[in-house]
């Protein structure tokens, strides 16, 4: 089968795109992880479908390159984009559905996308550091020396730990400098390794930032460019009105024979 897909990258997190509005293409994981494999495939952290939603604008169907699916933050916004170039966004707003449910989301004047998250109840203490689920789980790691710390090892470590079995975690390592944004590096689950970015990622980071006394908005710095996370704390520690922003570009689009 012939197929036309778009490649698009959001704070270096990468995506293959695909409209499957027409209900052509039903993608195996074998598929899927030949897709996003950069060597074999096209090259991705992952893939998503755009296909047709009974009453919002469009259904998110995202797959992480090992086959699996999850609420993707980044490849949200970078989905905004691309259903903006479908024709299926008004006024730049739109209400989709994804992985975990419907979100909200704006492309905002200066190209970048605001994306509406769900609700956390909770940021938790545990041997690791701290634990947020911002629609995909994640552990948040404070350390020094970020640009030199072992990423890919102790990040693996901890997505295996026992605590979160069966389905593991993503893991953050977050440093906090005077002055500036909230340095932020990420291994990821359903990847398997270090992204560039992760949107779910910084958006934990963030909350438990105000944990540690940080405001609303918080600004953070992956290797792949900056985002921002605004929000509201109540008193008891719960988080409203979350909103993941950053920009979403498309990098090339083609054909391929599946």
């Not at 929000?231 to 083609?254: C, E, H, N, R």
């Amino acid at each position: 089968m012939l197929f036309t897909f778009s490649k698009y990258q959001a704070t270096g997190n990468d995506f293959v795109l695909i409209d499957n509005r027409a209900g052509t293409l039903n993608l195996s994981v074998e598929q899927v992880r030949l897709l996003c494999d950069r060597h074999f495939g096209i090259g991705a952290d992952g893939l998503i479908l755009i296909e047709p939603h009974p009453t919002a604008d469009f259904r998110l169907v995202y797959y992480n390159r090992d086959g699996s699916q999850s609420l993707c933050g980044n490849g949200s916004r970078a989905a905004v984009v691309f259903a903006g170039c479908l024709g299926l966004i008004r006024n730049g707003q739109t209400v989709f559905e994804a992985y975990d449910g419907l979100h909200e989301a704006r492309i905002m004047p200066n190209g970048w996308v605001r994306l509406r998250m769900h609700d956390v109840a909770d940021v938790r203490e545990n041997t690791y550091g701290q634990f947020v689920n911002t629609g995909s789980p994640h552990v948040v790691q404070w350390v020094s020396g970020i640009a030199t710390f072992s990423v890919a090892e102790t990040g693996a470590k901890i997505r295996h730990a026992e605590a979160f079995a069966p389905g593991g975690t993503n893991v953050n390592f977050a440093e906090a400098l005077a002055g500036g944004p909230i340095l932020v590096r990420t291994f990821e689950r359903g990847v398997e390794a270090e992204t560039l970015s992760c949107g779910t990622g910084v958006t934990a980071v963030a909350l438990a930032a105000a944990r540690r006394g940080f405001t609303s908005p918080v600004h953070l710095r992956t290797p792949g460019g900056e985002l921002q996370v605004e929000f509201k704390m109540s008193q008891t520690g719960t988080f409203s009105d979350i909103f993941l922003s950053g920009p979403a570009k498309m990098v090339f689009q083609g054909n391929l024979e599946l």
